[in-house]
């Protein structure tokens, strides 16, 4: 018997005409690792929630058909025993995060649960371990990085010992080495413990291989359910859907007929194939071993153009009030044109030094200076028109009644009256169609690009984004990343923050490696991306050793794997 | 992040306000600001401004109360100008104006003046039981307090404490990002730079209600409210809290003694009464009851024996 069966599942949220889950039939059994994709706005983070009965109980609204868990309508189940067996990872920990400290944090939910201090004191310490949080357990959680924040709510989850384990897109915010641990972390709860994991994920070269069911979600209705991904990824592939990792993608676009579905197993593939062409007698050098080129920019014949210097970080370092170094001797310098990725481990600086740049923080020692202007000796709303900023929070600058008038406001800031530069950019950003809409009402994406829009209103050279892929799915992680290379076309530098490392190497010109406070390697993404362990995409991982030449694109990538086929 | 709640870690295990039970103090600022309320009589709120102040102080915590008090007194001068010109009652004419348009005759009276006088100290008194509520009662606990409650109430109250810290960083954030957008929230004319803030209020009070609504969800998917909790920490009621509960027990009975003897009412018009030296012991007794906190957190610092005792 299933031990989770949705049959027939439809809801609306209060007010909505339209149903967020139409007619949703699923059956999970016990111990299951499933992941759930689907684009933004699909019905998967209201599936989940229906299964940890927040719906219709919390958010109000109508629900119609059966939802059970072991063998019991969840609509029966009292709320104490649902809770003690459904345990929910959100996505932003800092809105999830209740208690001032970390031990109070862990012992919430049991508490709520009415359980003995022993039992409790017992969790703490299992769960504490499991996760390396012993140490932390009297700090304060708003003193923790981003990943020992979402550690602490998997650890407040789990001290509650539920039997299915809920995480809706838990690593979003996290760089990749802390990701991997957390989902290092699942993964041995659902193999060791057999506790049943439902993962909702949008990088899907974290969880993919993970995963024994995957089930694909489009305007609330579960278009694929299967425990055989060869099926989803040949699915994916003949529907173009953007729900592929990179691997599969690549031999899936190159049609290479076998499709791997790891770095591991494409790999092995690559090796068996360039044995067969040794064996054939080929030249490794002469056929698919490529010498690199000594720099890929400067053969694209990009250092040749006349360049503008736009900005120049020269020694900045910066300390907080309460005396903790966020930035040690820092350099940089952007011209005109440039795409620059700034990476690096949770608390590594990278906001501090976007915000010295930006001019909200003034360096405690050094100078950033634009078009040769030092930053401080102006107020940071007269930077507007020159550099943008756009914050991880899109919905920080929205409040207005439409999305033409957000763009228009910031126009009027800068006491620019341009009613045909809010008509372009809504038509380059693609919002025409909302002009008349609330931004707020419109999906993470939408917002994202409304928020775009209003820093772009300004017409600066330098745009600087702090984490914009936060959130966002596949689809609109791609918009995102060509309006940013048009941008680039256009001549504007672009400094971008992200810990998704794929969508860096895809679009960006230059990486740039931040760690403890300082920026410790810059290059062009190929020099960067192609040596490292965690920092790297998969494809460059499945090319490592194949050959000389860097490869981090997807394009590059399959125009290597050309030369295994 | 946030210096609102850093500063309960940083001195959360040695001193005493922070290791009271939150219904104790909760207890301690109802029977203030209802005493406050209570009483008309100088001599009695004084008694309960210098037992506050003085129990603010013992905690250190002098700076916050001054940026209260600050407040305080601007709005206590409101009070008084306004019970000064409108209150014609009174028989000690101090000044006799012009007659003005729609007000009539000014006409300041001493016994105005004292009135208005005791009703902004009142209004300092519970600005003061505010101030201590926001330094010595930790969200935390009262989140833990009223966790045992399944009503809604209990959740709207919760969260807004919560809220409340969050609410600060994201005033900042948001701030941020407005002023990078060009909004001059520091324009030379103080009108404009005040409407210059309404986004900034309106993008916060959105994302307040947008943040309050994951926090509760939060709470909801980790079984708050479910009805009898228990305790992990060493929020238990020591001696401590006892002692300041039977002390503030005998100080509101007191208080309601004197009242049924008419010691603790005043009249201030039209002619000031007589203040009595009965109404002075009360008041001193009063103050005793109330300043106790303040005596004992004085013993806490200095005699590590009685720390581990009470």
């Known amino acids: 018997m299933a031990y989770i069966k949705v049959e027939d599942l439809t809801y609306y949220y209060p007010e909505q005409e339209l149903p967020a889950l139409d007619k ?13 994709l689907g684009s933004s706005g699909c019905g998967k983070s209201s599936l989940v929630r229906a299964l940890a009965g927040l719906l219709p109980d919390f958010y109000g609204g109508k629900m119609g058909g059966h939802l059970y868990l072991d063998g019991q309508e969840i609509r029966t189940i009292k709320r104490a025993s649902l809770v003690n067996k459904v345990g929910m990872v959100f996505q932003d920990p800092e809105s999830q995060l209740i208690m001032s400290n970390v031990e109070r944090e862990l012992v919430l939910g049991m508490e709520n649960l009415g359980l003995p201090v022993s039992l409790m004191q017992r969790r703490v310490m299992e769960v504490g371990d499991a996760l390396a949080l012993n140490s932390y357990l009297q700090e304060n959680v708003n003193d923790l990085s981003g990943g020992l924040k979402q550690k602490v709510v998997l650890a407040s989850v789990l001290a509650m010992q539920p039997d299915i384990l809920i995480l809706d897109e838990p690593t979003s915010q996290l760089d990749p080495v802390t990701a991997e641990e957390i989902l ?25 291989h993970l995963a024994d069911r995957v089930v694909v ?31 599969p993608r690549l031999f899936a676009n190159s049609n290479f007929g076998q499709i791997p579905l790891t770095v591991k197993a494409g790999r092995q593939l690559l090796e068996s194939r360039s044995n067969q062409k040794r064996s054939y007698g080929e030249s490794q050098s002469e056929d698919w071993r490529v010498t690199p080129r000594e720099n890929p920019r400067e053969a694209d014949g990009e250092v040749t153009e006349h360049r503008e210097l736009l900005l120049q970080v020269e020694k900045v370092s910066y300390t907080y009030e309460n005396g903790s170094e966020a930035l040690k001797d820092n350099y940089l310098d952007l011209f005109t044109g440039d795409f620059l990725v700034l990476m690096g481990e949770n608390a590594a600086g990278k906001t501090t030094l976007l915000k010295n740049i930006r001019g909200l923080l003034h360096p405690s020692e050094g100078s950033v200076r634009f078009g040769g202007e030092e930053i401080k000796k102006k107020p940071l709303e007269e930077w507007a028109g020159e550099i943008g900023y756009l914050s991880q929070n899109p919905g920080d600058y929205l409040f207005l009644p439409t999305v033409s008038a957000e763009i228009e406001f910031t126009l009027e800031n800068l006491h620019l009256t341009n009613s045909e530069r809010v008509v372009s950019l809504m038509e380059k950003l693609g919002l025409t169609k909302y002009a008349r809409s609330y931004a707020r009402d419109l999906s993470s994406g939408e917002r994202q690009r409304v928020a775009l829009a209003t820093v772009l209103a300004g017409d600066p050279k330098l745009i600087i984004l702090d984490e914009p892929t936060r959130g966002l799915d596949y689809a609109l992680k791609a918009q995102l ?14 400094l971008l923050v992200t810990h998704d490392v794929e969508f860096a190497a895809e679009y960006a010109t230059d990486i740039a490696l931040m760690s403890q406070g300082k920026i410790i390697a810059r290059g062009s993404k190929e020099e960067i991306l192609s040596d490292l362990t965690f920092f790297s995409p998969q494809v460059a991982k499945l090319f490592r050793n194949f050959t000389d030449e860097p490869v981090v694109t997807l394009a590059k990538g399959k125009s290597v794997l050309e030369r295994f086929r | 992040m946030n210096r609102y709640l850093d500063t309960y870690q940083q001195r959360e295990r ?23 309320l209570f009483f008309k009589h100088p001599f009695f709120l004084l008694a309960l401004f210098f037992a506050v102040g003085l129990v603010i102080l013992s905690f250190e915590l002098y700076k916050e109360w001054m940026a209260y008090l600050k407040i305080g007194f601007s709005f206590m001068l409101v009070i008084m100008l306004i019970n000064v010109f409108f209150v014609r009652a009174g028989s000690t004419v101090l000044y006799l104006g012009p007659v003005l348009p729609v007000f009539g005759r000014i006409r300041i009276t001493f016994e105005a003046v004292c009135f208005g006088t005791v009703m902004g100290l009142k209004l300092l008194i519970i600005i003061s039981a505010f101030c201590l509520f926001m330094y010595v009662v930790h969200p935390d606990g009262i989140l833990r307090l009223l966790g045992g409650r399944s009503d809604k109430t209990a959740l709207a109250l ?4 919560r809220l409340f810290p969050l609410m600060r960083a994201d005033f900042l954030r948001i701030t941020e990002v407005q002023r990078c957008r060009g909004v001059n929230l520091y324009e030379r004319s103080s009108w404009k730079g005040v409407s210059k803030t309404i986004p900034v209020i309106r993008v916060l009070l959105l994302s307040s209600l947008e943040r309050a609504f994951q926090l509760a969800e939060s709470l909801q998917a980790r079984g708050y409210g479910l009805g009898k909790r228990s305790s992990f920490s060493s929020t238990e009621w020591r001696l401590r809290d006892r002692f300041i509960e039977i002390g503030l027990l005998l100080g509101v009975f007191l208080s309601l003694f004197l009242a049924w003897r008419g010691q603790a009412d005043f009249s201030y018009y039209p002619r000031l009464q007589s203040l009595e030296s009965s109404a002075l012991v009360g008041a001193v007794f009063i103050g005793l009851v109330f300043v106790f906190p303040a005596f004992l957190n004085w013993g806490w610092k200095k005699w590590p024996t009685l720390r581990s005792r009470i």
């Open chain 1, 24 to 36: 949703i039939n699923l059956s999970l059994n016990k111990g299951e690792f499933v992941l759930i």
């Open chain 1, 184 to 208: 290092t972390i699942v993964r041995k709860l659902n193999e060791d413990q057999g506790m049943t994991v439902i993962l909702i994920e949008q990088r899907l070269e974290r969880c993919f």
């Open chain 1, 217 to 247: 979600m489009e305007k609330g209705q579960i278009v694929q359910n299967t425990t055989n991904l060869e099926e989803i990824v040949n699915w994916a592939a003949n529907e173009d859907s953007p729900f592929l990792p990179p691997i």
């Open chain 1, 481 to 494: 990343g060509e309006i940013l290379q048009n941008l680039q076309q256009e001549g504007r530098a672009i």
């Open chain 2, 14 to 36: 040695e001193e005493m306000r922070y290791r009271l039970h939150p219904a104790t103090v909760l207890l301690y600022l109802t029977a203030v600001v209802f005493l406050t």
């Open chain 2, 158 to 161: 919760g969260l807004s404490l």
